[in-house]
């Protein structure tokens, strides 16, 4: 394919919802020439017009001269099977989590006991979304401190329809919740050092920064979750944090919590676990 050979010569990054030059370009091109992103061999076999090899052209133009990362040229993503509209107001959804939610977050909590849910840090509104897919009865509480992110989200959790299930909420962290608690919470913070931030590929300098940066050494809402989530937790409730390459720090930050560090089966990593118990006792 001559769009992925193109991509793969420019060295761009792949890091946002596709991991090699030939599932990109295939993303750009079905988008470009409005075909499902699950097209059929025959669809391969089209006749692409003029206008449709332009529409192409830009789209790969962008990508490899203004390193826009895909899902921003094509405005969708997808996250736990979930289909999610994402611009440059959000993060990107690619959070390993996804595959937790999709075993309904076994073995780790009984899915029948599971009442309410909290995602800290919604952005597009994913993980909440996802968590409402996954466990009908549930009801998802998703914060966010940035206005932009919500009215993405919002837009997110009306097209899949789960406006009684999933509440937007505008929140610093924890600070608008009152008393409410919840079985489980997730977190998908900014937890980017100073330094990481600025040797990060170009594609990421398009995304958020206030979905990325998490201060000189990428705790800052990490240590905020950790002070003040067992409080908004039910008893044998779970807090689940996402804190990637940041994973040295915080086991050196706080060597007397018990974390249990996740493994996925797709890859990807630095996510830990904590119940309310471990984090009252330490």
Request: net charge positive; with cysteine.
């Amino acid at each position: 394919m001559r769009s992925a050979a193109r991509l793969a010569r420019a060295r761009v990054f792949f890091g946002h919802g596709t991991d090699n030059a030939r599932d990109e370009a295939a993303a750009l091109v079905l988008h470009a020439l409005g075909l499902p992103p699950g097209a059929n061999a025959a669809c391969y076999r089209r006749r692409v017009d003029r206008a449709g090899e332009l529409r192409v052209r830009e789209l790969l133009r962008r990508r490899i001269d203004e390193r826009v990362p895909a899902a921003y040229l094509t405005g969708v993503t997808w996250f736990a099977g979930a289909r999610i509209a994402v611009d440059p107001r959000v993060l990107i959804p690619r959070s390993p989590i996804a595959e937790l939610i999709e075993r309904r977050f076994a073995p780790w909590i009984a899915a029948a006991r599971v009442r309410r849910i909290l995602d800290v840090g919604t952005g597009s509104g994913c993980i909440a979304i996802a968590c409402a897919r996954a466990l009908p009865r549930v009801r998802v509480d998703a914060i966010d401190i940035s206005p932009a992110a919500l009215a993405v989200a919002r837009v997110n959790v009306s097209r899949h329809r789960l406006a009684r299930r999933v509440r937007l909420i505008s929140s610093d962290h924890f600070s608008a919740l009152g008393n409410a608690t919840y079985d489980i919470i997730v977190a998908n913070p900014p937890y980017v050092g100073a330094r990481e931030l600025a040797a990060l590929p170009p594609e990421y300098r398009h995304e958020p920064r206030l979905a990325l940066a998490a201060g000189s050494s990428g705790l800052d809402s990490v240590r905020v979750i950790l002070a003040r989530a067992a409080r908004h937790l039910r008893p044998q409730g779970l807090v689940i944090v996402e804190v990637g390459n940041t994973e040295r720090a915080v086991r050196r930050t706080w060597p007397h919590l018990p974390f249990v560090w996740l493994e996925f089966e797709r890859g990807g990593g630095g996510v830990f676990l904590l119940t309310r118990e471990q984090l009252q006792a330490n």
